[in-house]
């Protein structure tokens, strides 16, 4: 047999060694504390000397099991579960950052980083810049002597903007500084920051990851010394750690990851193409259409072009709302990644928080709306967003018929 397992392999088996006591599905060890056969290996354990479990807001059992298999799945040395996504942001952010310390940011982040970096860095005498990262030369621009690590999310939430991972980071090795990644968007399936040159990766495991709309979760690859540090004295300390439930949750849903990416792909990308050919749409981002600004980039570092297609409809927030309202198999809702197709509009939902200046300068208009493809049957899933617009126009020529005749 290979030594190496392959990937589809390694989501349901792992690395082979948990089968200890048989179980072929994932036993949950809901246990909070732990015992020892001698205070001398309860001691060293505590005092990272000693492989082991200890107490569980430091992790379990189960937990112990899913990180293993991520971090086996990024090509990581070890990885960290926490309890939400921005639990894995913010105790990244804070693992490497200190009163004095600068990061530099891509300028197309998830909302839920952005509001961290406004609110929570400033308490503690954080500094942050952020920049387009599309421009290598302003990325390198931004580096002070005092930035602590470079931070980034390829594609981006909402927009679908492309990081040459590759390029961004050799200008971070040449200042020593680490590259973190925001990978949610893509899973490991997909694409493997980790062989492009990043040093951390960061998953809301709560969308692709567990895949089924029910467990909200983070999870963070990297070397095992950072993950020690994260999880001693960062992770443990906010208690921020998932649950056994959960985890069980985790494993059960990775099992299918790349099934269910194969299928996010396809249909994402049939519906990318009946919204580019819209004459109600203006604009459609998803890296897999030749127009995307970004395509060649994303062709060499995505092994798929991924499930979200956002768009811009024509004639503003007034026609946005009409077309969601208008939609009856797909769902309006603020996730991703799961098996029901689901849209959102991120200026008044996910992006709120950014000020209307920041939003516009970062092209989440009024108009934009942001889908991710689910896995029913694509013909389903096309056939609402026709009808839907069909409703739109009937819609518009209502209100147009209805004051034509004042003129
Ligand atoms: C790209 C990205 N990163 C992080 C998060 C935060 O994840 P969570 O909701 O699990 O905290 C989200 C949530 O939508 C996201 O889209």
Known sequence: MKEKLGFDTTLIHGHLKDRSIGAVAQPIVPAVAYSFESHEAAAETVAGKREGIYYGRYGNATLQSFEERVALLENGEAALGVSSGMAAISTVLLSLLQHGNHVVVTKDVYGGTYHFLKTLAPRFGITFSFVDCTNLESLAAAIQANTKAVYIETPSNPLLTVLDIEGIATITRQHRIPLVIDNTFMSPYLQKPLNLGADIVIHSATKYLNGHGDVIAGVIVADQERIDFMRQQIMGDLGQVLSAGDASLLLRGMKTLG????????????????????????????????????????????????????????????????FLDALKLIMISFSLGDPETLVQHPATM????????????????????RLSAGLEDVEDIIGDLFQAFDQLSIQTTRKRSETAWMK
């Open 259 to 322: 099934l269910r990416m194969e299928r996010h792909c396809y249909n994402a990308n049939a519906i990318a193409e009946f919204l580019e050919y819209h004459p109600q749409v203006a604009r459609v981002y998803y890296p897999g259409l030749p127009s995307h600004p970004q395509y060649e980039i994303a062709q060499k570092q995505m092994r798929g072009m991924g499930g979200i297609v956002s768009f811009e409809i024509k004639g503003g927030l007034d026609a946005a709302t009409a």
């Open 350 to 369: 996910t992006h709120f928080a950014l000020p209307e200046s920041v939003r516009r300068e970062s092209g989440i208009t009024d108009g934009l709306i």
